[in-house]
């Protein structure tokens, strides 16, 4: 038996971020901008003395890394040919850039599961829970989702 619970930090939050898509042949080769909402499934076989998978209130920190990274941020792939416009546009305090390897809403769920993973083993919230997934929307009708190895390909208990 496995017990999942969910957190999702909303489009009201405010997590806006602007990126582009510069491999794109379509309008997403501009730059563009979301107040972007994220939705993590957590998992676990068992519950722990009250009763939860995660305790959400210990996740305010992973709150504050969702906005270090995405809160009013221009986001930028590392390998964008226009990465020094970027950087000078940073220096001269039009925007507040974060680069990241790749952009666009996969990209992003997997960066964030990844950074999440880490951050919950690190924190050892609960030791019998697992990220399972990370979900990044754009808007209601644009998301994408990273899941993580499951534990029966071999993932090891947090």
């Given at each position: 038996?496995?017990?999942?619970?969910?957190?999702?930090?909303?489009?009201?939050?405010?997590?806006?971020?602007?990126?582009?898509?510069?491999?794109?042949?379509?309008?997403?080769?501009?730059?563009h901008?979301y107040?972007?909402?994220?939705?993590?499934?957590?998992?676990?076989?068992?519950?722990?003395?009250?009763?939860?998978?995660?305790?959400?209130?210990?996740?305010?920190?992973?709150?504050?890394?969702?906005?270090?990274?995405?809160?009013?941020?221009t986001?930028?792939?590392?390998?964008?040919?226009?990465?020094?416009?970027?950087?000078?546009?940073?220096?001269?305090?039009?925007?507040?850039?974060?680069?990241?390897?790749?952009?666009?809403?996969?990209?992003?769920?997997?960066?964030?599961?990844?950074?999440?993973?880490?951050?919950?083993?690190?924190?050892?919230?609960?030791?019998?829970?697992?990220?399972?997934?990370?979900?990044?929307?754009?808007?209601?009708?644009?998301?994408?989702?990273?899941r993580?190895?499951?534990?029966?390909?071999?993932?090891?208990?947090?």
């Open positions: 038996m496995t017990y999942l619970s969910t957190k999702t930090y909303g489009h009201e939050i405010g997590l806006s971020a602007t990126f582009r898509q510069w491999r794109a042949l379509s309008h997403c080769r501009l730059l901008g107040s972007l909402s994220f939705r993590f499934e957590f998992e676990a076989d068992t519950l722990d003395d009250k009763n939860w998978v995660v305790d959400f209130g210990g996740l305010k920190e992973l709150k504050a890394i969702l906005e270090d990274t995405f809160d009013h941020k986001v930028v792939a590392a390998d964008d040919p226009e990465l020094e416009w970027f950087h000078e546009a940073a220096r001269r305090g039009v925007a507040d850039i974060v680069v990241l390897p790749a952009v666009g809403c996969e990209k992003f769920a997997e960066h964030v599961y990844g950074i999440a993973s880490k951050w919950l083993l690190t924190e050892r919230l609960s030791p019998r829970c697992r990220l399972a997934s990370v979900e990044v929307k754009e808007h209601g009708a644009n998301s994408a989702i990273y993580g190895t499951s534990r029966a390909a071999g993932q090891r208990d947090l």
